[in-house]
C-alpha cells in the first residue's frame, strides 16, 4: 500500500521561509513523477511544480524562482523549499505520486495524472 506523508507546514510572515517534506512507502519511488499541489479556501487545486524520477523541475509561474522542489531517492521523501513567501501561498499543501505503470495522460499540472496523494499540511502566511 502506498502513503504519502506530508510534514512542514505551519505558520509563517510573509517574507519567511518553510520546507515541506513528503515521506513515501510502498511504491518504488525513485522510478516515479512526484508534485506539489495547493488548495487555498474556496478555491480548486492547483499544480505548484513537479520533479521526475531524472530531477528535472517544473513550476508554476508564481512561485518560479522562490519554490525549489527535490527529491532524495535514497530517503523516499520529496521536498518543497519555499522562499519569500507571501499571503496568497496560504493553502494546504499536498504531494502527490504518479505510479510509472499509470495509464493516464501524462498531464503533468493536471491532478488527475496523479496515483496517490497525501492527506495535506497547512501553510499559512500572515501579512
Known amino acids: 500500500q502506498v502513503q504519502l506523508v506530508e510534514s512542514g507546514g505551519g505558520l509563517v510572515q510573509a517574507g519567511g521561509s518553510l520546507r515541506l517534506s513528503c515521506a513515501i512507502s510502498g511504491s518504488s519511488f525513485s522510478d516515479n513523477a512526484m508534485a506539489w499541489f495547493r488548495q487555498a479556501p474556496g478555491k480548486q487545486r492547483e499544480w505548484v511544480g513537479y520533479i521526475t524520477r531524472d530531477g528535472y523541475t517544473k513550476y508554476l509561474d508564481s512561485v518560479k524562482g522562490r519554490f525549489t522542489i527535490s527529491r532524495d531517492n535514497a530517503e523516499n521523501t520529496v521536498y518543497l523549499q519555499m522562499n519569500s513567501l507571501k499571503s496568497d501561498d496560504t493553502a494546504v499543501y499536498y504531494c502527490?505520486?504518479?505510479?510509472?505503470?499509470?495509464?493516464?495522460?501524462?498531464?503533468?499540472?493536471?491532478?488527475?495524472?496523479?496515483?496517490?496523494w497525501g492527506q495535506g499540511t497547512q501553510v499559512t502566511v500572515s501579512s
Open positions: 502527490a505520486l504518479r505510479d510509472r505503470n499509470s495509464q493516464k495522460p501524462w498531464i503533468y499540472s493536471d491532478y488527475a495524472s496523479y496515483t496517490y
